[in-house]
């Protein structure tokens, strides 16, 4: 799986929007963007993922650039609960391709901090 | 529908005791993962499982072992138990029918005295 690089915190204030970067400058064609989020002490939960096209959820918008070698999650409207590590990874879909079989290869990850 | 549910929460052990956690999904994933977390690092994989009765290596293998008798239930066991254990332990379930995405445990607090 492609090495992503992100920032090792960041600050936002409550009710603007959060605009959480990463590079993965080696992806493979193959390989998809995922986004999860760890709530302190709490288990990883998935916010997104896209290939190549930008993607919205009930979440987060995410912003792939038109070479795939970097990506922005974007939180429209932070909130305090939204305070915790962001984690963006690069990996094959299952079923895809490869062996990875479906392994997640966490780095440092971001620290968001929403502040009042 | 419960997701991913690992039991303990929380444990203290002695070195050298030995000791299992369980974790159980009810989303019939066919992949199962143990990983650990230390204190400002991220999660590292420990051991994974792609079907009932089969079990890989991830990159932390060394003092654990795993089985996996049923799809549901992935279990982690320690054999004997070292202070380099101390860490909070998640297991994660995904499926290829789910476009892979992965759901997590809360999580085992695990102190080795």
């Known amino acids: 799986d492609a090495k992503t690089t992100q920032p090792p915190s960041m600050d936002c204030a409550e009710g603007r929007a959060a605009n959480l970067p990463c590079n993965h400058s080696t992806i493979s064609g193959n390989e998809y963007v995922y986004w999860y989020r760890q709530i302190h002490s709490q288990g990883p939960q998935y916010i997104i993922h896209g290939l190549k096209n930008n993607e919205t959820n009930e979440m987060a918008s995410l912003i792939i650039t038109e070479d795939r070698k970097s990506s922005t999650l974007i939180l429209p409207h932070a909130t305090l609960r939204d305070t915790a590590v962001y984690y963006c990874?690069?990996?094959?879909?299952?079923?895809?391709?490869?062996?990875?079989?479906?392994?997640?290869?966490f780095g440092q990850g971001t620290i968001l901090t929403v502040h009042p | 529908n419960a997701g991913v549910t690992q039991t303990p929460k929380f444990r203290v052990l002695k070195t050298g005791q030995s000791m299992t956690l369980l974790c159980a999904q009810d989303?019939?994933?066919?992949?199962m993962y143990w990983y650990r977390q230390d204190p400002g690092m991220g999660l590292r994989l420990i051991h994974y499982?792609?079907?009932?009765?089969?079990?890989a290596k991830g990159e932390v293998p060394d003092g654990y072992n795993v089985s996996r008798l049923k799809k549901q239930n992935f279990l982690l066991g320690l054999e004997s138990a070292a202070p380099s254990q101390t860490s909070v332990y998640f297991c994660?379930?995904?499926?290829?029918?789910?476009?892979?995405?992965?759901?997590f445990g809360q999580g085992t607090r695990l102190t080795v005295v």
């Open positions: 499982s792609v079907g009932e009765g089969t079990t």
């Open positions: 989303m019939n994933h066919e992949y």
């Open positions: 990874i690069v990996r094959v879909v299952l079923g895809a391709g490869g062996t990875s079989y479906g392994k997640l290869t």
């Open positions: 994660a379930s995904t499926d290829p029918g789910q476009s892979g995405l992965a759901f």
